[in-house]
């Protein structure tokens, strides 16, 4: 599985920006699919990430950093995964990399199998 991430940039606080992340090569029926951060100086961690069941059911999660922020949503059919961040803060300037795992929820670096390379987020005050 190859991931694809894209759409950092610079952005003003209070801003939005929204991330993309492109899956190719093996696709899974269920899945998680989401996002961690690393800020300078600090280590990866986690953001937001959806889980599909193979079906049409899908629950969403997120760090209680981003909640009522950030807004994670996915596109099966174009197997890519989308992070909406708005109302940006100086402190989510960081590389943003996407991460995967084939059936079980990704809340900790150890339970991600995939990642994207990153993608730079800065939020300037």
């Known amino acids: 599985v190859q991931l694809q991430a894209s759409g950092g940039g610079l952005v003003q606080a209070g801003g939005s920006l929204r991330l993309s992340c492109a899956a190719s090569g093996r696709t899974f029926s269920s899945y998680a699919m989401g996002w961690f951060r690393q800020a300078p100086g600090k280590e990866r961690e986690f953001v937001a990430a959806i889980n599909w069941d193979g079906g049409y059911t899908y629950y969403t999660y997120y760090a209680d950093s981003v909640k009522g922020r950030f807004t994670i949503s996915s596109d099966n059919a174009k197997k890519t995964v989308y992070l909406q961040m708005n109302s940006l803060k100086p402190e989510d300037t960081a590389v943003y990399y996407c991460?995967?795992?084939?059936?079980?929820?990704?809340?900790?670096?150890?339970?991600?199998?995939?990642w994207s390379q990153g993608t730079l987020v800065t939020v300037s005050s």
């Open positions: 991460a995967m795992h084939p059936n079980r929820e990704i809340r900790r670096l150890e339970d991600v199998r995939y």
